[in-house]
């Protein structure tokens, strides 16, 4: 009950983050991927039509970034019904257009939820060539239930993840925990999920992500695809002791500028780089075995478009003598940056050299109050340059007033006057904090360098605190305390720092 318990307040954390959440944009093409998938979907009359609706929908919506193929995804659905029935076997629906239709021309059948049954069928047709199931690939059942079943599910889905197939859940209904936890493949946090029918956009790409991981693992595919580079990934066939790659690639419209590499049998991963952005490459894992045969592993993977960078100059961090520029993207592209200053209006131009790995800089040493032209210019391994400028200004630099002076003005009296601060200061702004009584503050010009204040009778205290006023940024407090002594005692005041 605990676990269920937890489960149950991860699950509503997930989902109350997610109703506000924005829609997600389109999704990028997945074509690294290849898998037999089948969808077990719960067709009876347990199911409402609304909630048979949306099913449908959410199917689509995890299926169209795919590529399907003989070589790439396939997929089909089984009704749990009555009788389990195949609406479409996996070689039917080969373009997105194709399984789009199918899968809005769905029907449900009603009928009893004989979900066991159902999960027999499954079994023979993951494995069936009849039934367009490919040998030698990964096979994903992903089972959407109201969370209800009418036999017994343990024995046909134990028979299901011992032949291999990676079983994901999606329970719409609130369902038994422990027996949908124990039918799915496990880990179950990654592998289960509960969830409102009108909430299931929420789970749409953790769910996708989690197949991915299973039919992608066992090919050839590309992460991390930029304008002029990729990381290649493949599953361990190989050992230091037992052989090694060969990697070849080239681009799909110059196959005369196929370039080959050697990998150590140790890798299962590696960076190209130095790529032409938008561009198809062809590539060919190769693994070179003294002990056992194994495939040639191939793929396609597009470049983007090239970034432009920098795309935004930042500055912040501004104090009187310095302040720090920042910009974005950093690209791999980009050998270095240079970061041209100089003060506005004049033609004095300084300049910082930054690694092409960094990001930002500081820029020191500068005047204050000072208005800046900033230019920073990417230079690109290729030998080409983009410059992006902004405006910086530096801060007034900030002072503190000097030689605060106390003297006695009246029974309940006091002045307090002080030296000028440096720079241009607009004004003083003068604090009062009475030990007993009211606190006050008032702002003076800056010609005036003393005040009267009142409410200060003999065998009071308090604190004083004189801060002169910059365009930019207030300059330092200088505070005193001040004890006045009794009327018994001398007339005057003590000060104490």
């Known amino acids: 009950m605990l676990a269920q318990a937890l489960f149950s307040l991860g699950l509503w954390l997930r989902l109350a983050a997610g109703r506000d959440a924005p829609e ?7 074509s690294n991927a290849e898998g037999d998938l089948l969808f077990l979907l719960d067709s009876s009359a347990s199911v409402s039509h609304y909630e048979f609706s949306k099913v449908k929908e959410f199917m689509w919506d995890l299926l169209h ?14 009704h749990i019904s009555t009788t389990p029935t195949m609406e479409f076997p996996f070689d039917r629906h080969l373009t997105s257009a194709s399984l789009r239709k199918a899968i809005g021309d769905t029907r449900q059948l009603m009928g009893d939820t004989n979900t066991g049954q159902a999960l027999s069928y499954a079994k023979e047709k993951l494995f069936s060539g009849e039934a367009g199931a490919r040998p030698d690939v ?27 197939v990676t079983v994901f859940i999606v329970s719409t209904g609130r369902g038994n925990f422990l027996e949908l936890s124990a039918a799915a493949s496990q880990p179950s946090d990654k592998h289960l999920h509960f969830v409102d029918v009108d909430d299931l956009p929420i789970i749409t790409q953790e769910l996708r992500d989690g197949i991915l991981d299973v039919i992608q693992a066992n090919r050839l595919h590309a992460t991390d695809v930029t304008s002029s580079s990729f990381r290649l990934a493949w599953p361990k066939l190989l050992s230091q002791e037992t052989g090694y790659y060969s990697l070849e690639y080239a681009p799909r419209a110059e196959p005369a500028r196929k370039r080959t590499l050697q990998v150590s049998g140790a ?40 970034e432009i960078s920098p795309a935004q100059v930042i500055i912040s961090e501004s104090g009187p003598h310095s302040f720090q520029v920042s910009w974005a993207p950093v690209l791999d ?8 200053y100089g003060p506005l209006p004049g033609n004095s131009v300084k300049v910082l050299e930054v690694d092409g790995r960094q990001n930002s800089t500081v820029v020191e040493h500068l005047a204050p109050n000072t208005t800046y032209l900033v230019t920073v210019t990417a230079i690109y391994r290729s030998g080409k340059e983009k410059s992006l400028s902004a405006k910086a200004c530096t801060q007034e630099e900030g002072s503190e007033v000097r030689h605060l002076r106390f003297e006695d ?4 009296g006091l002045k307090a006057s002080w030296d000028s601060a440096d720079g241009a200061v607009l004004g003083y702004r003068v604090r009062c904090r009475r030990h007993s009584g009211r606190s006050s503050v008032l702002s003076v010009s800056p010609r005036v360098r003393s005040v009267l204040l009142t409410e200060l009778p003999p065998g009071t205290a308090g604190e004083l605190c004189v801060q002169p006023v910059y365009r ?3 300059g330092r407090s200088l505070c005193r305390t001040v004890r006045r002594r009794p009327a018994t005692e001398a007339q005057g005041y003590r000060q104490r720092a």
């Open 333 to 340: 592209s980009v050998a270095t940056y240079q970061v041209l």
């Open 409 to 412: 003005a009246g029974p309940d």
């Open 24 to 30: 997600p944009g389109p999704q990028p093409s997945i």
């Open 267 to 306: 890798h299962t991963s590696l960076v190209l780089s130095d790529l032409a952005p938008e561009t198809t490459y062809e590539v060919a894992l190769i693994p070179e075995s003294n002990v056992h045969y194994f495939p040639t592993q191939t793929t396609r993977v597009t470049t983007l478009a090239e």
């Open 138 to 164: 990964p096979k994903v059942l992903v089972w959407v239930t109201d969370g209800f079943s009418t036999d017994d599910i343990s024995e046909p889905m134990q028979l299901l993840k011992d032949m291999g």
């Open 65 to 78: 970034p795919f590529t399907f193929g003989p070589r790439d995804v396939q997929t089909g659905i089984i």
């Open 472 to 474: 930019g940024q207030p």
